[in-house]
């Protein structure tokens, strides 16, 4: 069983930067595949970026790209993602997942574990 529990989300204005972390509990957080995902009222959950559980390769949404960076300490069982020159279309609740394996995933329906999420919202 693995608890995340997300943070850093809020309000900031277009342009400016936020970075979420999601802390997890377990001894066997290196074991897990890690991934960020969004929702915004009234869309579908997507993926924003994935990581392998060593850290060492990481996916990105294409729309995405060069904004946003997703990585991991171990050590510390904490998953982070920066999000840099943030547009008011990024507002949305921000979700961590977990998934045992050796690949990294995009796939929300495979993913084991789920954070209760935190909203961020960019004002323009």
């Known amino acids: 069983q693995v608890q995340l529990v997300e943070s850093g989300g809020g309000l900031v204005q277009a342009g400016g930067s936020l970075r979420l972390s999601c802390a997890a509990s377990g001894r066997t957080f290196s074991s897990y595949a890690m991934g960020w995902f969004r929702q915004a009222p009234g869309k579908e959950r997507e993926i924003v970026a994935a990581?392998?559980?060593?850290?060492?390769?990481?996916y990105y949404a294409d729309s995405l790209k060069g904004r946003f960076t997703i990585s991991r300490d171990n050590a510390k069982n904490t998953v982070y993602l920066q999000m840099n020159s943030l547009k008011p279309e990024d507002t949305a609740v921000y979700y961590c997942?977990?998934?045992?394996?050796?690949?990294?995933?995009?796939?929300?329906?495979?993913?084991?574990?789920w954070g209760q999420g935190t909203q961020v919202t960019v004002s323009s």
């Open positions: 997942a977990a998934k045992g394996g050796t690949s990294y995933y995009t796939r929300d329906y495979v993913y084991d574990y």
């Open positions: 990581i392998t559980r060593g850290g060492g390769t990481t």
